[in-house]
C-alpha cells in the first residue's frame, strides 16, 4: 500500500498529473480517519495506553485539517494557480508521513481484532508497546514534515 501510494504520489508530482496527487493523498487520509475512528468507538480494555497516546497526539484532528488543506490546494490549482515543485513534494512528504501512521493503525486494528479472539481478552492486556513507540515516532514525522510545509509555504510567497 504504501509503496503503491508513494509511487503514484512520486508520479504526480513529476508532472504526470497533481490531480492524482491530490487524490491519493484525500484516500490515505480518509483511509487513516476512519481506522481512528474505530478506535475512538470501538476501545478494548488491553489497548488503555494506545487510546491514550491517540487521544494525546490528536491524530484524528490533524489529518481532518491536512486533508482539507490538501482539498483547499486542489482547488486552488484548478482555478489556476502554480504551485511550486518544493510546495508539491513537501505535500507528498507529508502524505507519506500518513501513510506510515495510517499503516501502524491498521496493524493495531488488526493485532485487537486478533486478541479479541482469545479466550479471557477482557483480563489480559495487549502488547502494544511497538505500536506506542512507531505511533510516536510517526507522529513526530507528520509534525515536523507539516512544520516543513509551512516554511515552504511562507518562503514560496515570495516567489509569487
Known amino acids: 500500500m504504501l509503496t503503491t501510494t508513494a509511487i503514484a ?3 504526480a508530482v513529476s508532472g504526470v498529473g497533481t490531480k492524482v496527487c491530490y487524490e491519493a493523498i484525500s484516500m490515505t487520509c480518509s483511509k487513516t480517519i476512519d481506522i481512528l475512528t474505530h478506535f475512538a468507538t470501538d476501545s ?7 487510546n491514550t497516546l491517540l487521544l494525546e497526539c490528536d491524530l484524528k484532528v490533524k489529518i481532518v485539517k491536512i ?3 490538501v482539498n483547499e490546494f486542489h482547488l486552488s490549482e484548478e482555478a489556476g494557480h502554480v504551485f511550486q515543485t518544493s510546495v508539491k513534494m513537501s505535500i507528498c512528504d507529508v502524505d507519506s508521513s500518513i501513510q ?5 493503525l491498521t496493524h493495531a ?7 479479541e479472539t482469545l479466550y479471557f481478552n477482557r483480563w489480559r492486556k495487549l ?3 511497538y505500536l506506542i513507540r512507531d505511533l510516536k515516532a510517526a507522529n513526530q514525522i507528520l509534525n515536523q514534515r507539516f512544520a516543513d510545509l509551512e516554511k515552504i509555504l511562507v518562503i ?3 516567489f509569487n
Open 9 to 11: 504520489t512520486g508520479i
Open 44 to 50: 478494548h480494555p488491553g489497548l488503555e495506553q494506545f
Open 67 to 69: 486533508q482539507q488543506l
Open 100 to 104: 506510515m501512521i495510517n499503516e501502524i
Open 109 to 115: 486494528k488488526q493485532a485487537k481484532e486478533q486478541h
Open 127 to 129: 502488547n502494544c508497546g
Open 156 to 158: 514560496t510567497r515570495y
